[in-house]
């Protein structure tokens, strides 16, 4: 079964610090993407990153960065200066590019900025 | 450009109703893409569409819910005689599919509609 497991049900972190959120997933694929979702109270979710499988370089974007170990098929966030606005649920997901034409996501993380 | 839209936001019915709810994706992307996602819970894909292919329905969780896509374009999602726990959050996400080398495979999310079933 395609799955993806996000271990950390909660996260906290001190305003400014940095926090990394963790994401493993299992597909016998080799061809696939994989994103970071954030969803405020607002409900509406918002990309926060990308990766693709055939990129042996972390995506970048900003404050937020990736640890993607394809072997190990893990896929962590990392967030840097964390924001009170950084607050939110963070779900991790990926898509087959030759597959079921769907993500496949994690049950979430729910990430609190202290200030 | 406007971001993918989704009506009504909030939806209350009772159960053994029907209710529909409406999904436009951004213009210009071929793909659509309805989830839902439980209280506390990931997302989990009910169907898509592509153009003008047969939907990929395998994610209907019963014969009770069923979706269609006008014109390539607007989509709306019916549930027919509702029970409680179709209360969910019901998302739609559409992508630029089919564009070689494009980022056909990032999906572009509405605000939901949460559908409350008493």
């Known amino acids: 079964a395609q799955t993806v497991t996000q271990s950390q049900p909660e996260m906290s972190v001190q305003e400014a610090e940095t926090v990394t959120l963790s994401c493993t997933y299992d597909?016998?694929?080799?061809?696939?993407?994989l994103f970071w979702y954030k969803q405020p109270p607002s409900r509406q979710m918002i990309l926060v990153i990308r990766?693709?499988?055939?990129?042996?370089q972390n995506a970048t974007e900003n404050r937020f960065s990736v640890n993607f170990q394809k072997a190990a098929k893990s896929f962590s966030l990392k967030i840097s200066d964390s924001q009170l606005g950084d607050a939110a649920m963070y779900f991790c997901?990926?898509?087959?590019?030759?597959?079921?034409?769907?993500?496949?996501f994690g049950q979430g993380t729910r990430l609190t900025i202290n200030p | 450009g406007a971001g993918v839209s989704q009506s009504p936001s909030n939806k209350v019915t009772e159960k053994g109703k029907d209710v529909e709810l409406r999904c436009d994706p951004i213009?210009?992307?071929?793909?659509l893409y309805w989830y839902r996602q439980s209280l506390g819970q990931g997302l989990e894909f009910l169907i898509y569409?592509?153009?003008?292919?047969?939907?990929?329905k395998s994610g209907l969780p019963s014969d009770r819910f069923s979706a269609e896509r006008t014109g390539g374009s607007v989509s709306t999602l019916t549930i027919q005689r509702t029970q409680q726990e179709d209360s969910a959050v019901y998302l739609c996400?559409?992508?630029?599919?089919?564009?070689?080398?494009?980022?056909?495979?990032?999906?572009?999310f509405g605000p939901g509609t949460r559908l409350l079933v008493l």
């Open positions: 996400a559409s992508s630029l599919a089919g564009a070689l080398g494009g980022s056909q495979e990032t999906q572009y």
């Open positions: 597909t016998s694929e080799s061809d696939y993407y």
């Open positions: 990766q693709e499988a055939y990129k042996q």
């Open positions: 997901a990926y898509f087959i590019i030759q597959g079921a034409q769907k993500l496949v």
């Open positions: 213009s210009g992307h071929t793909a």
């Open positions: 569409f592509q153009g003008n292919s047969a939907p990929d």
